[in-house]
């Protein structure tokens, strides 16, 4: 996969290039800010970027904002977002826009390297990759919005882990459960949310999208 890496920290910054290049990635730019990402983007048009979201001049929000002029300019370049931060409000736009591509993990949560390259693995394929903790954030507002609330519990939890990007095989080994469970949830939560009949789209997508932005 050909990277370009936005992280205004030096050593971290290196240490992602020698990862990603040890596991056979071609990192084509390695940035400290945003503008730069943009440029470096535009100029080399990469299969995938990481970015970080508070860097130079505010340490704010400049990354995700970079995200997300990157993905109107250039929609076939995937994003995965690697911060300490939930920053909720670009945050909710970039993942209320078309989700295939992108991901946000949270930097002290990602508890093994292979983690971190399943996730940009999963992204780089046109999957998601969503930390668990950033769905709560920007999701607990929704848990008194209709049509959500006809949803069960147990429905709620898995359209949560289908935001994270999980397959029905995965969510039925995190739940511990059948695949066909999973399933009955699925098509239960579809049938709730009114996407049982809805042709030439994912259903998966306008799931979550209904989800993020309810």
Do not use: C, W
Not at 89 to 113: C, F, H, N, P
Not at 142 to 166: F, I, K, W, Y
Not at 181 to 201: I, P, Q, R, W
């Amino acid at each position: 996969m050909r990277v370009i890496l936005a992280e205004d920290s030096t050593l971290l910054r290196e240490g992602l290039v020698r990862l990603l290049e040890e596991e056979g990635h071609e990192v084509l730019a390695a940035v400290g800010d945003g503008r730069a990402l943009v440029e470096a983007v535009a100029e080399r048009e990469p299969d995938a970027v990481v970015v970080d979201v508070r860097m130079p001049p505010t340490h704010t929000d400049e990354g995700l904002r970079a995200a997300l002029e990157i993905r109107r300019r250039l929609p076939q370049v995937k994003v995965l977002v690697l911060s300490q931060y939930v920053e909720k409000k670009y945050a909710t736009e970039l993942m209320s826009g078309d989700i295939d591509g992108v991901g946000y993990l949270l930097k002290d949560r990602v508890a093994q390297v292979g983690d971190f390259l399943d996730a940009l693995e999963r992204v780089g394929a046109g999957g998601t990759a969503f930390d668990p903790e950033v769905v709560r954030q920007l999701l607990a507002r929704t848990s008194h919005a209709d049509p959500l609330a006809r949803l069960t519990g147990r429905e709620r939890q898995v359209l949560e882990l289908m935001a994270q990007g999980l397959t029905n095989a995965s969510i039925a080994q995190t739940l511990h459960v059948s695949q066909s469970a999973v399933e009955k949830h699925v098509n239960a939560l579809f049938d709730k949310l009114s996407l049982s009949h809805t042709a030439g789209y994912s259903r998966r997508v306008l799931a979550v999208l209904r989800y993020l932005g309810s």
